[in-house]
């Protein structure tokens, strides 16, 4: 625990995130999943009642919607968020694949959007869920242009853990990679965080160089092949990602 953290605090989203992650958890599940009294679970979970953050089912008690409404005030702030949702729609559009836009926070990805074409496959992931930066390409084209010492900063706080048997956790090759990707101006993933999932992805930077996050898209590998993962769906990404940056800069 941090010098000056507020053990209540952590306790409250340590039972947030832990029903989040159960998708819904009972009072007995709950006090044995993180060794506290039952007695104390109760408290916790009555306080989360009554300011509506969590809501019981015949005993289970979910996630509350009010966490939506933080969540889209916090995506709301961001210029990035506004600027490129259009874009990333038309992108899902003209590919018929799944379309993305992902941001840094904490060391980890957030999905800020996700627009479906025609084909799109409807994988593990919504707006809002966290991943780690390294196993996607999303990931990779914002930590290929982060400092070193943030970068350094992350993958200490939040380790090189194995998605798959493709994810690199080797910090050297990883380092490599970045590098090729920075270089280059995009970055791929094949079936590094989802078996048999292949990704494209380019950084949106700042006039300043400052990364702002990400846009890429998804699809199963059969259709990722060759010339259209390598080459096509590149080219499209970049002319993209250029059309954001250029209407964050001038709006």
Known sequence: MGKNSIKSIKT???????????GGTTLTELSTALDIPTSTAYNYLQTLEEEEY???EDGTY???????????????RMKLFDVAVPEVDKLADQTNELANLLVEEHGR??????????????VEAH?????????????????AHL?????????ERQGLPNRTDKTVTDPDKLADQLQRIEDR????????????????AAPVLSTSGRVLGAVSVSGPANRFRKQRFREELPTKLLEVVNVIELNITHS
């Open 185 to 200: 101006g995009y970055a791929f993933d094949n079936g590094e965080r989802i078996k048999g999932l292949r990704c494209v």
């Open 12 to 22: 409250t989203f340590e039972i947030v995130g832990t029903i989040q992650e159960r």
């Open 54 to 56: 969590v809501v019981s």
């Open 147 to 155: 400092p070193e010492q943030r970068r350094k900063e992350i993958f």
């Open 127 to 143: 707006v809002g869920t966290r991943v780690y930066l390294h196993s996607t390409a999303l990931g990779k084209a914002i930590l």
């Open 62 to 76: 979910h996630v509350g919607l009010r966490f939506l409404e933080h969540g889209a005030h916090a995506r709301s």
């Open 109 to 122: 990805g957030i999905y800020l959007h996700r627009a479906y074409g025609d084909e799109a496959v409807k």
